[in-house]
T-cell receptor, first 116, second 113 residues
Framework: NAGVTQTPKFQVLKTGQSMTLQCAQD?????MYWYRQDPGMGLRLIYY???????DKGEVPNGYNVSRLNKREFSLRLESAAPSQTSVYFC???????????????FGPGTRLTVL | QQQVKQSPQSLIVQKGGISIINCAYE??????FPWYQQFPGKGPALLIA?????SEKKEGRFTISFNKSAKQFSLHIMDSQPGDSATYFC????????????FGPGTRLSVLP
């Protein structure tokens, strides 16, 4: 039982390059999330997926796209990276679905992204 | 109305002392208040959580105090240990509604030996 896994752990991009961050969970959770963490700002929600095939924008969605490939996997894509997207990205999952299930969010180890 | 405020930004405590971190929220629809602990290089992990139908919850050395009328809640760490040194995030959400999960900015706790 690996919990929530993320790849890659580190990435350096040049401005304008694209990349996809991968996330998978093996807990059969319904909901999955992508957050970014910046110093002094806590965790901010980028996108959220309540179930396979559904996604919703969070607080800071601009510059990102997501895909909920199946119940296990939720990817985050940067189409044209900008220095403002330098951050640590966390994927999380929870049972929560339609106002039922545990609200506890389980986090992956994070991806540290630098955009030059 | 979605903001969660947290203080202090950083905290230094001697081993054996009490660490206290405070949070305040505005949205009265929030009904789930967790605290997450994060060690350097790791993802956050749930430490303890409370719902607004109780005023206090204790798990070992960790206690959440909740004041619904003031829209405030706090984390108390008794007998603080060097191993408690981490960043602590309070959060608030509407139960079962993951997209309404809002985190505070975090408190970096250092417990001196």
């Amino acid at each position: 039982n690996a919990g929530v896994t993320q790849t890659p752990k580190f990435q350096v991009l040049k401005t304008g390059q694209s990349m996809t961050l991968q996330c998978a969970q093996d807990m059969n959770h319904n909901s999955m999330y992508w957050y970014r963490q910046d110093p002094g700002m806590g965790l901010r929600l980028i996108y959220y997926s309540a179930s396979e095939g559904t996604t919703d924008k969070g607080e800071v969605p601009n510059g990102y796209n997501v895909s909920r490939l199946n119940k296990r996997e939720f990817s985050l894509r940067l189409e044209s990276a900008a220095p403002s997207q330098t951050s640590v990205y966390f994927c999380a999952s929870s049972e929560a679905f339609r106002f039922s299930g545990s609200d506890e969010q389980f986090f992956g180890p994070g991806t540290r992204l630098t955009v030059l | 109305q979605q903001q969660v405020k947290q203080s202090p930004q950083s905290l230094i405590v001697q081993k054996g002392g009490i660490s206290i971190i405070n949070c305040a929220y505005e949205n009265t629809a929030f009904d789930y208040f967790p605290w997450y602990q994060q060690f350097p290089g790791k993802g956050p992990a749930l430490l303890i959580a409370i719902r607004p139908d109780v005023s206090e919850k204790k798990e070992g050395r960790f206690t959440i105090s909740f004041n619904k009328s003031a829209k405030q809640f706090s984390l108390h760490i008794m007998d603080s240990q060097p191993g408690d040194s981490a960043t602590y995030f309070c959060a608030a959400s509407i139960r079962g509604s993951g997209q309404n999960f809002v985190f505070g900015p975090g408190t970096r706790l250092s417990v001196l030996p």
